[in-house]
């Protein structure tokens, strides 16, 4: 009988973990995960890109999926480093799906006031063929003015 009670709580927690709605993973500042990439549910490739042009920053976002999934929405914020390597977002972007499509590539601009370190930061929203949505989140490298 307790053999039969752990199995089932096994299973239990199996299913649980597996079955979770959102799953957020936050890569860390140009760190490559020790090479280890998360497991989503949904998503194939996924970017964030900074270029200056001047003053001007250039942030773009991409995002495919695999056939029968949806990207659902994507949030792009141009952050600015702060004392203590606290980041502040110093423009906001977002964009939502109104098709189908496989892919999305967001571009955005803004002209900023200081000098410093700046990074995009990227939050996509994806949903699975079966319906399990995902959280990813991208950063870019850091680019300095």
């Known amino acids: 009988m307790k053999k039969l009670v752990s199995v089932l709580l096994s299973v239990v927690m199996i299913m649980s973990i597996l079955s979770s709605t959102v799953v957020t993973a936050a890569a860390a500042n140009n760190s490559d995960n020790g090479g280890i990439m998360p497991m989503y549910a949904a998503g194939f490739m996924w970017t964030s890109s900074l270029s200056f042009s ?25 952050e600015r480093e702060m004392p203590g390597s606290n980041w502040q977002t110093e423009a906001i972007w977002t964009q939502y799906s109104t098709t189908n499509t496989l892919s999305c590539v967001f571009n955005n601009s803004k002209t900023v006031s200081f000098n410093g370190n700046y990074r995009v930061k990227s939050v996509y929203v994806v949903e699975s063929v079966t319906g399990v949505r995902d959280t990813i989140i991208a950063y870019s490298k850091i680019v300095s003015i």
């Open 54 to 78: 001047g003053k001007t920053a250039n942030c773009k976002s991409t995002m495919v999926v695999f056939s029968g999934e949806k990207w659902i929405s994507v949030t792009q914020s141009l």
